[in-house]
C-alpha cells in the first residue's frame, strides 16, 4: 500500500484551474480505490479552491458534488492554516470545520509526510 499526498496550490484565477481542481479529487479517488492512503493538502491559492468547494452549491456544482463524493470516500483533505489565513478564506473553513495544518512555520510540513512515507504529487 503506497502512500500518496496530493498539495494543491493551483489558484482560482484561470479557467484552466477547474480542470486541475478537478483532476486532483478524481486522482484521489482513484488512488482510494486502488487500496492505497491519500490526502489532499490545499495549500496557497489552493484554499481559495477548498472553500468553493466545501459548499453544498456554487457556480462549480461538478465540483461540489465530487468533493462530496471524496469526501464520502473518507479521503482526508486539509488546509494550510498560514495561506487560509493569508487567502482570507480561514474563518469559512472553520466555519465548515476544516482541519488546517500548520506545523512548519504555520504552513503543512513536506519534509513530515516524506518521513511519514508519503509520495507527494504537487497542482
Known amino acids: ?3 500518496v499526498a496530493i498539495i494543491v496550490l493551483e489558484g ?3 479557467k484552466e484551474s477547474v480542470a486541475k481542481i478537478r483532476h486532483a479529487m478524481i486522482y484521489s479517488k482513484e488512488i482510494k480505490a486502488s487500496g492505497n492512503e491519500i490526502i489532499i493538502i490545499f495549500d496557497g491559492n489552493g484554499t481559495k ?3 468553493i468547494i466545501s459548499n453544498e452549491t456554487s457556480e462549480y456544482d461538478f465540483l461540489n458534488k465530487l468533493f462530496k463524493e471524496i469526501t464520502e470516500m473518507g479521503i482526508i483533505y486539509r488546509a494550510c492554516g498560514f495561506c487560509s489565513a493569508r487567502k482570507e478564506v480561514r474563518e469559512s473553513l472553520s466555519k465548515k470545520n476544516i482541519i488546517f495544518l500548520s506545523e512548519y512555520e504555520g504552513h503543512p510540513d513536506a519534509g513530515k509526510l516524506i518521513n511519514e512515507g508519503y509520495q507527494i504529487i504537487i497542482i
Open 1 to 3: 500500500m503506497a502512500k
Open 12 to 14: 482560482t484565477e484561470l
Open 49 to 51: 479552491w477548498l472553500d
